[in-house]
T-cell receptor, first 114, second 114 residues
Framework: DVKVTQSSRYLVKRTGEKVFLECVQD?????MFWYRQDPGLGLRLIYF???????EKGDIPEGYSVSREKKERFSLILESASTNQTSMYLC?????????????FGPGTRLTVT | GNSVTQMEGPVTLSEEAFLTINCTYT??????LFWYVQYPGEGLQLLLK?????DKGSNKGFEATYRKETTSFHLEKGSVQVSDSAVYFC?????????????FGKGTMLLVSP
């Protein structure tokens, strides 16, 4: 079974802090993704990565950056956290082989910025 | 761009009732279609998928058929259980610019009472 783990289930940070959310997958997947999930808005893609050190902007990249130094690890960084970044953050990975498109999700990190 | 529209919830049913959650999509090309389920406090899990027109995906008593003529992928189950209470997301594969991402609907909450 594919396993995607996220470093924290719950996180509380103060406005202006730098926040790191970590995601690790154990199935040698090429692609990794960060989403945020908000009530009434569903899942929105923040950034994704299709290879080590490569990244692409998703639909809502503003206020976020990412890092992928190793294939299994994908980090989401909030350079200066703001209250409107309070949300559930979900990491996912996918194999990357043509025709195999499904993504596997971690349990999520619920971030509260006060 | 691609989009997915799901019926708004919550859908409230009694145990053993028949379930339909509607999903329609707009896409260029021939996307793959997915249903994901999110149980309370957890990440998303792949429920079923279909990769081409007229394919039927099925899992755990749930079914959905890829209907290209109506651009739909409705989720059905003949007899729901209390344990099916969750949020259900319809999604399609998006391969713009050569990258494989997923576009999600906003989710439909299902509440099943005993």
């Amino acid at each position: 079974d594919v396993k995607v783990t996220q470093s924290s289930r719950y996180l509380v940070k103060r406005t202006g802090e730098k926040v790191f959310l970590e995601c690790v997958q154990d199935m040698d997947h090429e692609n990794m993704f960060w989403y945020r999930q908000d009530p009434g808005l569903g899942l929105r893609l923040i950034y994704f990565s299709y290879d080590v050190k490569m990244k692409e902007k998703g639909d809502i990249p503003e206020g976020y950056s990412v890092s992928r130094e190793k294939k299994e690890r994908f980090s989401l960084i909030l350079e200066s956290a703001s209250t409107n970044q309070t949300s559930m953050y979900l990491c996912a990975s996918s194999l990357g082989t043509s025709g195999i498109l499904e993504q596997y999700f971690g349990p999520g990190t619920r971030l509260t910025v006060t | 761009g691609n989009s997915v529209t799901q019926m708004e919830g919550p859908v409230t049913l009694s145990e053993e009732a028949f379930l339909t959650i509607n999903c329609t999509y707009t896409a260029t090309g021939y996307p793959s279609l997915f249903w994901y389920v999110q149980y309370p406090g957890e990440g998303l899990q792949l429920l079923l998928k279909a990769t081409k027109a007229d394919d039927k995906g099925s899992n755990k008593g749930f079914e959905a058929t890829y209907r290209k003529e109506t651009t739909s992928f409705h989720l059905e189950k003949g007899s729901v259980q209390v344990s099916d209470s969750a949020v259900y997301f319809c999604a399609l594969s998006d391969q713009n610019s050569g990258y494989s991402t997923l576009t999600f609907g906003k989710g439909t909450m299902l509440l099943v009472s005993p």
